[in-house]
């Protein structure tokens, strides 16, 4: 079972930015998609952004253009570099693997005005 420990969140003033990392326990990037996931309080955890097998990325529309995913197959390891951060961008972000379905613990990101 692969483990995904997420690191880099924080607490930033908006419009400020911030990098959270996904590492994994194994290699699996190089086999599968990966995903950031967030989910603010009360509301249902949504896809923030996933990056395929191949490389390709796709992006909610609320963080295209802020946010960008990317991977290190060498370190085992996603990241998110998020800048123009918005009140609205305040939640647990957690990775998932497509793979095997594993989830992080999740990362507080909080945005202060």
């Known amino acids: 079972q692969v483990q995904l420990v997420e690191s880099g969140g924080g607490l930033v003033q908006a419009g400020g930015s911030l990098r959270l990392s996904c590492a994994a326990s194994r290699i699996i990037f190089s086999i599968n998609g990966m995903a950031w996931y967030r989910q603010a309080p009360g509301k249902q955890r949504e896809l923030v952004a996933a990056i395929a097998r191949s490389g390709r990325t796709t992006y909610a529309d609320s963080v295209k253009g802020r946010f960008t995913i990317s991977r290190d197959n060498a370190k085992n390891t996603m990241y998110l570099q998020m800048n123009s951060l918005e009140l609205e961008d305040t939640a647990v972000y957690y990775c998932?693997?497509?793979?095997?379905?594993?989830w992080g613990q999740g990362t507080q990101v909080t945005v202060s005005s």
């Open positions: 998932k693997d497509y793979g095997t379905g594993a």
